[in-house]
């Protein structure tokens, strides 16, 4: 980790540190996990923070929460790559790697507007995970073949 992202990191009492976002996914991540900061704590984002281990990367900060796994695992597919901290009094008490699920049910829509899971009926969407490596995506309702870029919330 670069001495940039060490004190963008190491900032925070209590509450939860999302590093090692994909540069320009942060907007994103905060979407997927409701953040609009409307609960009042203070929310940081850091984007385009230089990275060593990429390029560049995407940094969030969420004070006094501490987000469960299953919230961040919502995030397997906007940012596979990034990890988890969680922050207790200054210090690092967890650090977890988002997990790609072999599906996701109900979080993204089908971007075929044709899909059953758009006609309105209730049918949930389920995205299966066909290649964790190259993060493939297939909608189990259409079998359209899909990007991260085309997931539609
Ligand atoms: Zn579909």
Redesign the pocket.
Known sequence: MSDTSQLLVRRIKDGTVIDHIEAGKALLVLQALTIAGKEGNVITVALNVPSSKHSKKDIIKVENRFLEISETNKLALIAPRATINIIRDYKLVEKRKIQLPESIVGIFK?P?LK?I?NSGEEIRSTIDIIDKEKVMLK?R??A?ILSTDELVF
Do not use: F, G
């Open positions: 089908c075929n899909c899971t909608c309702y259409c359209r």
